[in-house]
């Protein structure tokens, strides 16, 4: 039995020991200081260093994180061989992940690329990723899905990253003129003050949607969908 947080659920499993586990808005995909933290995917000790879970009787791969404010899917497996072989997946960009996002203004083209160079600093020990000529190329097609023009100008997104720079999505999405609504990084902080006394929503609006990729020493594919979050069909509800 996986120790989960109370909120998070396992999406699919196959038995080579591989699982998607939907991760909520504002937990920790592993956590940040030695211990266990209750805030964290799971109720158990992670170690660092091999990015694994372990707790009495049981442990757990990361395959891959989400930032706390982000929801969705996280990829884990039970076993290190094939733990070892999904990070070569993950490596080799053999990984498809699709996000949803609503941004601030509707988008004019219904989709498109965007491209920039994305470079990471730290200021005050906090990591930044910005547009540099230094940076490395960053990719993401878009297609815009809803709009809504009352009582705010939106857009439901779907964001899939081509690249897997870190803050990639919300960064672009800002660099875009879009930025995604409750981002404290990087987003319209002005607006997202008004969005949020009008809605009492605090959360950052970026959501794992789905992921596919190929079971390794198997012709088969693993794939998994984490539902749109209802925190995001009520704001284009009619």
């Known amino acids: 039995m996986l120790p989960l947080h109370p909120e998070a659920r396992i999406l699919a499993e196959h038995p080579s020991g591989i699982l998607a586990i939907e991760k909520p808005a504002g937990v920790l ?35 891959n994180r989400l930032d706390s404010p982000t929801s969705g899917i ?23 992940k699709e996000y949803l996002a609503i941004v601030k203004g509707v ?24 547009k540099g000529r230094a940076g490395f190329p960053s990719r993401t097609t878009f297609q815009r899905l809803q709009t809504t023009r009352t009582p705010f100008s939106l857009a439901l997104l779907k964001l899939i990253p081509e690249t897997g720079r870190t803050h990639q999505l919300r960064v672009q999405s800002a660099l875009h003129r879009h930025p995604i609504v409750g981002d404290r990084n990087y987003g319209d902080f002005s607006f997202n003050r008004q969005f949020q006394k009008a809605t009492q929503s605090k959360r950052l609006y970026l959501h794992a949607h789905k992921i596919e990729l190929p079971i390794p ?22």
């Open 29 to 63: 995909t592993h956590p940040n200081q030695p211990g266990i933290d209750s805030n964290s995917l799971l109720a158990a000790n992670y170690d660092e260093k091999t990015e694994t879970y372990t707790w009495e009787g049981g442990k757990l791969h990361l395959n």
């Open 74 to 96: 996280v990829i884990a497996c039970r076993e290190s061989k094939i733990a070892k072989a999904l990070h070569e997946l993950f490596r080799n960009k053999q990984v498809q």
């Open 107 to 130: 988008p004019s083209a219904p989709k498109g690329d965007w491209k920039d160079r994305l470079e990471r600093s730290r200021k005050d020990n906090k990591l930044r990723v910005a």
């Open 217 to 238: 020493n198997s012709s088969e594919t693993f794939m998994a969908t984490s539902p749109v979050p209802e925190e995001f069909k009520n704001l284009f509800s009619e």
